[in-house]
T-cell receptor, first 110, second 112 residues
Framework: AQSVTQPDIHITVSEGASLELRCNYS??????LFWYVQSPGQGLQLLLK??????LVQGIKGFEAEFKRSQSSFNLRKPSVHWSDAAEYFC????????FGAGTRLTVKP | DVKVTQSSRYLVKRTGEKVFLECVQD?????MFWYRQDPGLGLRLIYF???????EKGDIPEGYSVSREKKERFSLILESASTNQTSMYLC???????????FGSGTRLTVV
């Protein structure tokens, strides 16, 4: 069965610092992998996705993620965090029916 | 842009009531999904549908049912609401898996 683990429940970074959010997955075949962001009181917005090809994928808002098959990981990165990036981030895996991690809440310090 | 609209932003219902949560999408997507979101648990899949009148159970279908009579509308039904169904409910749709999902803004349901 497919599953997703986000090891970090809450991360705090300073504005301008780099960010990496971790995601590990379990899936029987080559997965579709996604990162979503949820601002308070909102639905989820797709940041980026991977299903084949280049293992480093670029998304919106300056985010990128790298697929590492050997580590079953799909970590999200951003070189310089902005205060507006404070939100909850979800990693997801699946094909026709997607499974989500528990989420990582990002706080950005001034 | 695809829009997924959930009919209510906030709902308060009493224990034992039958509750209907409505979701409508406007881009002719085949696939629609219902998740519930709880702190520390992320999103958990309740039911999904690949086509009109078709439904599949997700990971936590107990206490819920769904209806899809028209392609654009996917309803979640709580047959007899209980306090442990107090949660945020998110609807999503997709054209195909590789495109990702488009989510509605959610319905926060409180059962008292």
């Amino acid at each position: 069965a497919q599953s997703v683990t986000q090891p970090d429940i809450h991360i705090t970074v300073s504005e301008g610092a780099s960010l990496e959010l971790r995601c590990n997955y379990s899936y029987g075949a080559t997965p579709y992998l996604f990162w979503y962001v949820q601002s308070p009181g909102q639905g989820l917005q797709l940041l980026l996705k991977y299903f084949s090809g280049d293992t480093l994928v670029q998304g919106i808002k300056g985010f990128e993620a790298e697929f590492k098959r050997s580590q079953s990981s799909f970590n999200l990165r951003k070189p310089s965090v902005h205060w507006s990036d404070a939100a909850e981030y979800f990693c997801a895996v699946g094909a026709d029916d997607m499974r989500f991690g528990a989420g990582t809440r990002l706080t950005v310090k001034p | 842009d695809v829009k997924v609209t959930q009919s209510s932003r906030y709902l308060v219902k009493r224990t034992g009531e039958k509750v209907f949560l409505e979701c409508v999408q406007d881009m002719d997507h085949e696939n629609m999904f219902w998740y519930r979101q709880d702190p520390g648990l992320g999103l958990r899949l309740i039911y999904f549908s690949y086509d009109v009148k078709m439904k599949e159970k997700g990971d936590i279908p107990e206490g819920y049912s769904v209806s899809r009579e028209k392609k654009e509308r996917f309803s979640l039904i709580l047959e007899s609401a209980s306090t442990n169904q107090t949660s945020m409910y998110l609807c999503a749709s997709s054209l195909r898996a590789s495109y990702g999902y488009t989510f509605g803004s959610g319905t926060r349901l409180t059962v008292v």
